[in-house]
């Protein structure tokens, strides 16, 4: 080994989920959402003359649309690159105690990576045997909290008055609640960030709003939290949103017919694939997202991924303790989700 | 002041160059370029269906086209969200030593940004007289090295012996060498990373691309040290650069003879207006990139800022030592660099 290489940040890094090149696959891997974004994006032609200028560094045009959206003030919004950026923006500004951060054992799998990366001492707690997140276990002494809410990859939601115990027990520390999935199922946390100012509620437009290849994610918080993570973003890179991003996130918000329509699709598809897997013996966690959580009795989960993948069906496997029985789907269209039964019911 | 906000990492944030919004202005303050990209980039339809997946996370079409542009293998490519996220991500990764990283005085504004946000101990350089670095000065303890070549806002170009000196002089550290600029003149330290394990380039697609507005950059250097840049990236966000970005950046590289088309173009008006400067009393480095750094004997260099601004020339002006009497104008195009000679005239 160079002596140059004592001084690089080694990690193991995160392996993103598979995305394989090629059309021929039915893909239920990453819970992207089948239905495309909005016509008011697909006819948008780009301006390609104005690629040449930088963009707004403060995206100020999405800020103000996703404000608008939600009813608040635009100093209440912070965007990134994807709910990934925000995520790891707010744990680099807000989790600097020697104390542990706090998230379930069965969550996320990017919580654990951020924190290693950043030498932010954590402590995972078990969720309990139905997979809940257990509120009275995060009433600890601890340097921060975070948590998707529904979380991931159970499909799970848990009740808001939870979640308020959680972020009501801990004022000393910021409580960052990803809700990813929160529009397929639950009630949001923003309603409490009036209430609590330790309380930042993170989203992304990669799943309900159909936009995963263009990476928009967005946090609401109280005005000084927002303030402290423009702050790093603005050290760390002014110009992260490209112009597509922001023109073509503020077209994605302003069509929210649309967007509902495409989420009940999904939610209805759901339900319907979740008893079908029901049907064909499996174990369905109660899913608010637009995957879900199965495990079968007989077969097992790792045997199940492999015969579909071989039959053009990539759903998800993860190879950890406590759901190495499980597969994680992502719901597709009405039809995806029929062939996806139809090779597990040959499989089973 | 709440408990919550002592675990907060303050830091002072970057300001950015002025982004103003409407169209009467002359924009000479962030050294776009005029000419917009390559009409291959124009004529592409935005696959909008495409949107609702995730990119590679690899972005490989992007890093294959930069790597057969230059002649590389592709694992000695690395792309990030403008050289800003490839720079960030780089002193992240290779600037951990307890001994302080060296950079110029007078240098991109970034570098002591990042390295007080990423608590990384700095040490600064002055550059001479003639505001040239000077090598030998670099042959001293340190935990890295980072200038950019050519040198921001000077615009001077330091000659590759020099730049040999300063990598073959320190080869327990990494030397990052940004050629933000080196396509508008001046020769790149490119040719030297099979020479050099520990020699990282660093270039970006807003400038000689004119695709300010998409963000893309990428670095260059040996297999060993893009695998490392590869790990923290994908601990950090395994989708940074969005389909758009992957997409247009390679019809981008594709393009060559439009590219060196405009960089000639823009190198050509460089000149020209240099030599209007000089004929107004301007003292003007050597320029090798695609903008001048001018200061005048009589009026101060505050004074035609805000004078020309209010005549809607929009330049950069620095209130920093040793270079607060200095202008740093864009080159746009032959008649927008009359009007701003125009103007400056009729402010002396």
Known sequence: MSNWENNIRKVVP????????????????????????????????????????YPDPAASDLVAAIAKYHGLSEDRVFVGVGSDDVLAMSFMTFFNSDKPILFPDITYSFYDVWADMLRIPYETLPVNDAFEIVPEDYNKQNGGIVFPNPNAPTGIYMPLASVREIVSKNPDVIVIVDEAYIDFGGE????????????????????????????????MGNPVLIKYLNDVKYSYN???????????????????????????????????????????????????????????????????????RERGVIVRYFDKPR???????????????????????ELL
Not at 210 to 219: F, K, N, Q, T, V
Not at 255 to 273: G, N
Request: aromatic residues 8%.
């Open 238 to 308: 002014s110009y992260t949103m490209n112009r597509p991003s922001i023109e073509l996130g503020v077209l994605s918000i302003q069509d929210d017919a649309y967007f509902k329509e495409t989420v009940e699709k999904v939610i209805h598809t759901r339900e319907r694939f979740s008893a079908g897997l029901k049907e064909l013996g499996f174990t369905v966690l109660p899913s608010s997202t637009n995957f879900v959580f199965a495990s079968h009795k007989k077969v097992p989960a790792r045997e199940l991924f492999t015969g579909a």
């Open 323 to 345: 759901i190495d029985n499980f597969l994680r789907i992502s719901i597709g269209t009405d039809e995806e989700m029929d062939t996806c039964l139809a090779v597990l019911k």
């Open 14 to 53: 995160y392996v993103p989920g598979e995305q394989p090149k090629g059309n021929n696959l039915i893909k239920l891997n990453t819970n992207e959402n089948p239905y495309g974004p909005s016509p008011k994006v697909k006819e948008k032609a780009l301006a390609a003359d104005a690629l040449r200028l």
């Open 188 to 219: 949001s946390a923003l309603s409490m960030i009036d209430e609590f100012e330790n309380l930042l509620v993170v989203r992304t437009f990669s799943k309900s709003r159909s936009m995963a290849g263009l990476r928009i994610g967005y946090a």
